[in-house]
């Protein structure tokens, strides 16, 4: 019996690693003998799918607590967990995140990790004394599995290039995608826009974005950035700056709303310079949304063909290809089809099956 654990949901509210790891536990459905304990949780993702039949029937141990997710939720967890993998006779125990604290046994029990990223790693101007603890967390946790599930060849590749011992233990599994909603909300906007999905720091190059709409020159056009927060100064000085205040906005919602605003939309823009996998290109890819993504890191491993691709260090290139797909019906089409069928080489239950062979090797 495969057992997942704690560890994710009570040290996340909610977020993209509870999110695959909901999603790769649904598509495993009843094709495999597996349940999760949950313990005392914070995770606004697992309150809502609880009552999914195919989370709640594999469902042990979970009741929510109030207050933000903390990584002393996970460790007060442990020892109920651990008992948990005794109780139920866990063969397998999949980790959904790196343990704080990890008092399973070695004797009997086979554990699995799934290594998202590599970005703390990449150490820079931005480490810090929490940056290298959660390195030596997450070092730990690779070492002692038996496996290691890398959602991308290029983050196994980043982390074999600093931990190269671990080689013979990890593969690559991609995530799979599916629609978001089968219920999207019209966007109702009364411009075309393109569209900025997520977290807008560092990395994610906000700023290129802002830059590509001004060099497109496509002045019918708004930027809309869903989710990350209300713009800060800083995001506010480089709108004005740009001379593109009014044109681009902030805003918030679920799925059901996310699900249209891809639907709607010019494009999506995925300038990020680092990312373990890229999971909003092939969301944008099956609601019909052409992509622009940096070509960089995962991306066009998951993009593959169907997505364009513009340097972020150029911010005129991104303008070229903005305007090209804004201006041009038949290009946006061509996106449009492309990305349909590279969004349907990716499923949860692809991901599900692959998963269910590895555990049965570790049996």
Same mark, same amino acid.
């Given at each position: 019996?495969?057992?997942?654990?704690?560890?994710?949901?009570?040290?996340?509210?909610?977020? $993209?690693?509870?999110?695959?790891?909901?999603?790769?536990?649904?598509?495993?459905?009843?094709?495999?003998?597996?349940?999760?304990?949950?313990?005392?949780?914070?995770?606004?993702?697992?309150?809502?799918?609880?009552?999914?039949?195919?989370?709640?029937?594999?469902?042990?141990?979970?009741?929510?607590?109030?207050?933000? $997710?903390?990584?002393?939720?996970?460790?007060?967890?442990?020892?109920? =967990?651990?008992?948990?993998?005794?109780?139920?006779? *866990?063969?397998?125990?999949?980790?959904?995140?790196?343990?704080?604290?990890?008092?399973?046994?070695?004797?009997?029990?086979?554990?699995?990790?799934?290594?998202?990223?590599?970005?703390?790693?990449?150490?820079?101007?931005?480490?810090?004394?929490?940056?290298?603890?959660?390195?030596?967390? /997450?070092?730990?946790?690779?070492?002692?599995?038996?496996?290691?599930?890398?959602?991308?060849?290029?983050?196994?590749?980043?982390?074999?290039? /600093?931990?190269?011992?671990?080689?013979?233990?990890?593969?690559?599994?991609?995530? $799979?995608?599916?629609?978001?909603?089968?219920?999207?909300?019209?966007?109702?906007?009364?411009?075309?826009? =393109?569209?900025?999905?997520?977290?807008? $720091?560092?990395? /994610?190059? =906000?700023?290129?974005?802002?830059?590509?709409?001004?060099?497109?020159?496509?002045?019918?056009?708004?930027?809309?950035?869903?989710?990350?927060?209300?713009?800060?100064?800083?995001?506010?000085?480089?709108?004005?700056?740009?001379?593109?205040?009014?044109?681009?906005?902030?805003?918030?919602?679920?799925?059901?709303?996310?699900?249209?605003?891809?639907?709607?939309?010019? *494009?999506?823009?995925?300038?990020?310079?680092?990312?373990? =996998?890229?999971?909003?290109?092939?969301?944008?890819?099956?609601?019909?949304?052409?992509?622009?993504?940096?070509?960089?890191?995962?991306?066009?491993?998951?993009?593959?063909?169907?997505?364009?691709?513009?340097?972020?260090?150029?911010?005129?290139?991104?303008?070229?290809?903005?305007?090209?797909?804004?201006?041009?019906?038949?290009?946006?089409?061509?996106?449009?089809?492309?990305?349909?069928?590279?969004?349907?080489?990716?499923?949860?239950? /692809?991901?599900?099956?692959?998963?269910?062979?590895?555990?049965?090797?570790?049996?």
């Amino acid at each position: 019996m495969i057992l997942f654990s704690h560890d994710i949901f009570s040290a996340q509210v909610a977020g $993209g690693v509870s999110r695959c790891m909901i999603e790769l536990m649904r598509a495993l459905g009843g094709t495999t003998d597996w349940r999760l304990w949950a313990g005392r949780y914070t995770n606004e993702l697992l309150d809502n799918a609880r009552h999914d039949p195919a989370i709640a029937a594999h469902l042990l141990a979970a009741h929510t607590v109030t207050g933000g $997710g903390r990584l002393s939720g996970s460790i007060r967890n442990e020892p109920g =967990f651990v008992k948990a993998v005794r109780a139920q006779h *866990a063969t397998v125990v999949h980790r959904t995140y790196y343990p704080v604290l990890d008092l399973v046994p070695n004797r009997h029990v086979s554990r699995v990790e799934t290594l998202m990223d590599m970005w703390d790693e990449r150490g820079g101007a931005g480490a810090t004394r929490l940056t290298a603890l959660k390195t030596r967390i /997450k070092h730990r946790a690779l070492s002692r599995a038996d496996a290691i599930v890398c959602i991308s060849a290029s983050s196994r590749a980043e982390m074999l290039d /600093k931990w190269p011992a671990l080689e013979a233990r990890s593969l690559v599994i991609p995530l $799979g995608v599916r629609r978001l909603s089968d219920r999207p909300l019209p966007a109702l906007r009364k411009r075309p826009y =393109f569209l900025f999905v997520g977290r807008r $720091g560092t990395y /994610k190059n =906000f700023a290129v974005a802002v830059a590509g709409l001004r060099a497109a020159a496509l002045d019918s056009h708004e930027l809309l950035c869903f989710g990350g927060g209300a713009f800060d100064d800083a995001e506010l000085a480089t709108i004005a700056a740009a001379g593109l205040a009014g044109r681009v906005h902030q805003i918030g919602g679920g799925d059901d709303r996310l699900a249209g605003l891809y639907e709607g939309a010019t *494009a999506l823009l995925y300038p990020s310079a680092y990312e373990g =996998f890229g999971l909003p290109l092939l969301e944008a890819m099956i609601h019909d949304c052409p992509v622009i993504a940096a070509p960089l890191t995962s991306l066009p491993e998951v993009g593959g063909s169907a997505a364009v691709y513009a340097n972020p260090a150029m911010p005129d290139e991104w303008g070229m290809e903005m305007a090209r797909i804004g201006s041009s019906s038949a290009v946006a089409d061509e996106r449009r089809r492309a990305g349909r069928q590279r969004a349907a080489e990716f499923s949860w239950s /692809k991901t599900a099956a692959s998963h269910a062979a590895l555990y049965s090797s570790l049996r």
